[in-house]
């Protein structure tokens, strides 16, 4: 995943670029960037902050940094932005995306005759220098970045910076955000709406699909007009996006409470409490306990002096001992216990096992796991929600496989995704007893659509349904 941020100001612009991009932290852990263009032309700075965080990281920078127009991002894979020099000139790039055909991207560039693509560590070729190579094709850049929109299978959005201004481009089936803010002296866009807020900027405009649009210091206007047809993910809901995030004019904590509310009503078990993962989890179990009546509380408390952030290393097993090291169990809060604990997911299922045998051991006598989303039945395709190299890493996946003895079709897999089918049945009961829950009920696809107050062909679902 990543995010974005930038700003064109009449004045000094890092101080609102540094915040704005530290404020998307929650999106990425590899790397952190920024660009600014000024008097001495642009400046740039990429850092590591796998071990640090963004804002620590970039201390030295801001100070010395100067210019009135900048981009910046929190990736978890690429270093970026990038500095490009061709035959539009100088820019800076940074991108937001999942491309699926580098392979044929690459191929068909160097057929036309583009020399080299630079190798990253991992051997991959880093996505916003193919974005960029892609832009470079046409005569005029916002030709070129609309060519980037339609070549990519998976998705893009992009901010691109140059001396004029900053064009930014969403996703041509809007699957990422990109939103607009604006205040006396400066217009600033950004993958999340409450990253301008703080920083004295008011709402000016969310970009539609495919939407580009170009902003100076005294206005943004719009170069391709949005398309009709969006698939935003649903999953920023979910998962990704923090409490204060707004998507198409829906807060991602209120959504949460609907979320909550709408798995309540369809439960009958009678616990005690009702808790949350910490923090995914932790709203949705708030809309349950207020539509149920069951108490709220607090079983698992997050230390949050060391391991603030939602993401950790992108290698699974460092990730499933820290999110283990990172929760710190309330005794007095389990004992003796029925607990309903709701996450916002389950993917591998491992994290969920060991929390479970846990409270388990810490004297819990029922533990009933409600996640707030629907079995996940496909890897993600346009968002990097995993980066796993098999769908098989996914708990459904393997429990199907076994119970189809290996004849898994995507006729099959549309049974498995019918909450009223016997085959779901089965899939569910089978999950709960290899993770040893006391009960299992995932949230219903209906259910969750209908909590974000979108209608279900603007929303990607495809990791639950298959639907593209």
Not at 136 to 148: C, E, F, H, P, T
Not at 222 to 228: A, I, R, Y
Not at 251 to 259: A, L, S, T
Request: proline fraction near 4%.
């Amino acid at each position: 995943m990543g995010g974005f941020f930038g700003v064109a100001s009449k004045q000094d612009c890092v101080f609102d670029l540094f915040f704005g991009i530290d404020y998307h932290s929650h999106l990425g852990t590899r790397r952190g960037g920024m660009t600014v263009f000024g008097e001495a032309g642009f400046e740039r700075a990429i850092h590591n902050i796998e071990n640090s965080p963004f804002r620590t990281k970039f201390d030295k920078d801001v100070n010395e940094m100067k210019g009135w127009m900048g981009i910046g991002c929190i990736s978890d894979y690429e270093p970026q932005p990038l500095l490009i020099r061709s035959h539009h000139g100088t820019y800076a790039l940074t991108t937001v995306s999942k491309i699926n055909n580098v392979e044929e991207l690459t191929k068909q560039l160097f057929q036309i005759g583009h020399a080299h693509f630079m190798e990253m560590s991992s051997g991959e070729i880093n996505a916003t220098e193919l974005v960029a190579a892609l832009i470079n094709q046409k005569d005029n850049l916002v030709d070129g970045i609309r060519y980037a929109l339609e070549a990519v299978d998976g998705s893009l959005s992009l901010l691109l910076l140059n001396e004029k201004g900053i064009y930014c481009a969403r996703d041509r089936y809007g699957r990422t955000p990109v939103v607009v803010g604006k205040k006396d002296d400066a217009f600033c866009a950004s993958f999340e709406s409450f990253a301008y807020r703080n920083l004295g900027y008011s709402d000016y405009k969310e970009l539609g699909p495919g939407e580009i649009a170009v902003m100076t210091p005294e206005n943004c206007v719009t170069l391709v007009k949005p398309g009709n047809e969006m698939k935003i993910c649903t999953f920023l809901w979910i998962y990704y996006g923090y409490p204060s995030s707004s998507y198409e004019g829906i807060n991602v904590e209120e959504m949460r409470y609907r979320c909550g509310a709408k798995m309540a009503e369809r439960d009958n078990v009678k616990p005690d409490i009702v808790a949350g993962v910490p923090d995914s989890g932790t709203a949705h179990a708030v809309g349950y306990a207020n539509a149920s009546g069951i108490p709220f509380s607090r079983p698992f408390i997050k230390y949050t002096p060391t391991w603030p952030r939602s993401f950790m290393p992108t290698m699974q097993e460092k990730r499933n001992l820290i999110a283990k090291m990172k929760l710190l169990a309330v005794q007095e809060l389990i004992k003796g216990k029925k607990l309903l604990l709701i996450d916002d997911s389950i993917v591998r299922g491992t994290q969920l096992r060991e929390t479970t045998e846990y409270l388990f051991e810490s004297g819990a006598e029922e533990v009933h796991i409600r996640p707030a989303c629907p079995p996940l039945l496909f890897g993600c395709k346009y968002l990097n929600f995993s980066r796993s190299s098999s769908e098989m890493d996914l708990i459904t996946r393997r429990v199907i496989e076994r119970l189809e003895n290996g004849n898994v079709t995507r006729e099959v897999l549309a049974e498995y995704a019918d909450p009223e089918s016997e085959k779901y049945e089965q899939m569910i009961e089978e999950i709960r007893k290899e993770l040893k829950f006391t009960s299992l009920r995932f949230n219903r696809l209906d259910d969750m659509i209908e909590a974000t107050g979108l209608e279900k062909c603007k929303l990607c679902t495809y990791c639950w349904d298959g639907a593209e």
